[in-house]
């Protein structure tokens, strides 16, 4: 059954126009929506009333690890880390090494379901699980479809477990982007050799697709690129052919000189930037002067509310980047452009979010950034609709059985930490 949103402010996500109107709202992967002013047209639609509500375009994730997602609140580490790479070996590499089957896909439910709660209703993420490669991003693939959520998966290939675990990363990338659109997942250039970079590279350009890798995220990784290979990690990806497609996405890239900054520009693809996991990890401080426009927001695994991630760059951009309310709107909406330019599907126009959101100012299309960095926040979410289908309605996910998965989940959780220990 078609929905039809009745009495809605609709705010234009590319204009900020605001208008008063009723919303039909197509089914499907590509679906469209359309203003409506005689509702009695439309007998046969799901009504959901949005009188005194906000109704835009719903977000989306341009960098996410679903797979991290059991971490929150889990024990210390053996080791207390002191700098980036003791935080992968002594807790993201211990964690992933113990995902299986199931802390896959509950790692991947909730954070679908978190995701739809926080108003994104598509995830760009990269995943890792070195003692569970095959098969899991179908896996994953089929939790976030049952919550509702689009996405473009990859795996996280990587020689730090050996040659063998990168064929498998290889292996699973392939067979899975025969029946799915979908990226090809790179660590970073200093767990990446020679080899493993150029068959990457071979694949995505077999799929036509593009690489997804974490660059510069800390200075270990240039320091580590120079000394192995004598030169830097963006000019390493340059003549690998890594560059050349405008579906690669280059994440962090917090510490590069002018030169790569020129590469990175005069290249069609797109980097992602995520403000908070930079300050928790404290590798840097993402600048984007240089760099161009291409620049997408991440949560990194931290959590899933995209906006609440917008915010924090746009603050910390105060003194490391050069950052306005329009640019840090235009970071946040980047991801549709990015989706929509290189014809990924489930980002279309009936993805919308419902806001509740009362303010005591005026609110409207000149000042509508103010209220995006100072006011609206995921607590404002009370409806969401994912390529016209309502998975959100009155702040409850309708989809799935979210207390049940909840339940399931924090079993899963605690066994993981177990395995975690030994
Ligand atoms: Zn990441």
């Not at 439910?109 to 003692?131: E, K, Q, W, Y």
């Not at 675990?165 to 659109?181: R, S």
Request: charged share 20%.
């Amino acid at each position: 059954m078609p929905l039809l949103l009745t009495n809605a402010t609709f705010i234009d996500w590319q204009s900020l126009t605001f208008t008063q109107t009723h919303l039909l709202v197509e089914d499907g992967e590509d679906g469209n929506v359309k203003f409506v002013g005689d509702i009695s047209l439309y007998p046969d639609c799901q009504i959901i009333d949005c009188t005194g509500k906000l109704v835009t375009k719903s977000f989306a994730v341009g960098h996410h690890h679903a797979y991290s997602a059991m971490a929150k609140g889990m024990p210390a580490p053996k080791k207390n880390p002191e700098n980036f790479h003791e935080i992968l070996q002594y807790v993201w590499w211990n964690l992933d090494k113990c995902l299986d089957k199931e802390t896959i896909e509950y790692s991947a439910l909730i954070t679908a379901m978190a995701c739809a709660r926080a108003g994104s209703t598509f995830v760009i993420d990269h995943h890792a699980s070195p003692n569970y490669i095959k098969g899991s991003l179908e896996i994953m693939a089929k939790a976030f479809e049952k919550v509702g959520i689009g996405h473009l998966l990859c795996y996280e290939i990587t020689d730090r477990d050996g040659i063998e675990k990168a064929g498998q990363g290889l292996d699973e990338t392939a067979g899975y982007l025969q029946n799915h659109q979908g990226l090809v997942g790179l660590h970073a250039s200093f767990t990446v050799g020679d080899n493993t970079l150029k068959n990457s590279v071979t694949l995505a350009n077999q799929f036509d697709t593009g690489i997804h890798i974490h660059v510069a995220e800390d200075l270990y990784d240039q320091i580590h690129c120079e000394k192995t290979w004598h030169k830097r990690v963006v000019q390493r990806l340059a003549d690998a052919g890594a560059m050349e497609s405008s579906k690669s996405l280059l994440v962090h890239c917090l510490h590069l000189d002018e030169n790569e900054r020129r590469l990175i520009e005069s290249s069609p693809l797109w980097l992602v930037q995520n403000a908070e996991s930079n300050m928790n990890n404290n590798v840097g401080y993402f600048n984007g002067s240089g760099l161009g426009e291409r620049i997408l927001f991440g949560t990194d695994g931290m959590h899933s509310d995209i906006l609440q991630s917008a915010k924090a760059a746009f603050f910390v951009g105060q003194r490391f980047d050069n950052i306005t309310y329009p640019s840090s709107y235009q970071r946040f909406r980047n991801v549709h452009h990015y989706l929509r330019s290189n014809n990924f599907s489930g980002d279309r126009d009936n993805n919308l979010v419902v806001l509740d959101y009362r303010s005591g100012t005026e609110i409207n299309q000149n000042n509508f950034l103010g209220h995006f960095i100072f006011g609206i926040n995921a607590t404002h979410i009370t409806d969401v609709i994912s390529q016209g289908k309502l998975i959100v309605k009155n702040r409850e996910i309708q989809t799935v059985n979210e207390a049940e998965i909840l339940r399931e989940s924090i079993i899963h959780a605690s066994n993981l930490w177990d395995r975690m220990r030994r």
